[in-house]
């Protein structure tokens, strides 16, 4: 609807407007655009509660070559399951560029965050999975756990899952939700396990110590680390960033302070330079997988980038 010139869209109207959409395809455009220097995004702000345990991200930023700036919040409490919540929530707030004068506001609940964030996970398996996939790994049991699953089928179809949660109730109820929507589903005891049944693996958790080793992992491996987006998590051992043939990010200057490549790196921009950044890859600057042998790790923080992408592509749409 339309009131003093600001657009307003709740949840029901942005569904309906994804329905026209390619968020695969937004998402590579947006890592493209970053890459080629086109994207003004500055550092993210966080939020980090204690009780409830939950934070909160604030992503913000400009296309050069548009006409708004987008200011994104988006939150995830741990523990909102329990209550018959979701754990993620937020809204953005879509600014005319020229004027600073409000235009839009989006109040997602989080939506578009989760999906352009599976989409990201998709980009990376484009690029850097192998080609035949006879299960997908999964460490998680949310939203993501989800939505990087199915947003994958397009690049890499495989309805076999076999994951992993620490919580065992969890993990169970993820399998029989996956299961009603024709995956087969097989919850394994450990990250370990999941790594020497799969080659496609999925970590998307809020783990503050690593699951994944460098001893786990096989010939072939591709990796798609998405939980680490804050200094305070890792899902992967350092071993694994040192060692993988190739280790790509959304930001290489994002990434020093947070999750793997923080922790693997310590912040040091020199080391940083090994790490190739996705937006490289898909122009054609950087290569993605060669060998069937490589092991390769994606690892997103998510940037305003694909934020702005999917605001835009939302309000263009009729």
Known sequence: MQLSSITFLDLPQIEERLKGLDPIGLMEEAFAAFSRGEAVVPMPGELLLQDPPGEVHIKYGYLTSGDTYVIKIASGFWNNPARGLSSSDGLL?????DTGELAAVLNDRGRLTDLRTAAAGAVAAKHLAPEKIEAIG???CGIQAELQVRLLQSVRPCRTIVVWGRNSE?????????????????VASSPAEVASRCRLIITATASPSPLLRWSDLHPGTHITAIG????????LDEAIIHNADIV?????GQALSRGELGRAYGGDPAAMKAVVEIGEIIMGKATGRE??????????????????AIASAVLKQP
């Not at 680490?228 to 899902?235: G, H, L, N, R, V």
Request: charged letters at 30%.
């Open 291 to 308: 060998r069937a042998d490589q092991i390769t790790v994606s690892t997103f923080s998510g940037l305003a980038a694909q934020d702005i």
């Open 228 to 235: 680490a987006d804050s200094a305070d998590k890792q899902e």
């Open 138 to 140: 999964v460490l998680g």
């Open 93 to 97: 707030l879509v600014f005319r560029k």
């Open 248 to 252: 790509v990010t959304d930001s290489r």
């Open 170 to 186: 969890r993990a169970s109820a993820y399998a029989r939700r996956m299961r009603e929507n024709d995956f087969s589903v097989e």
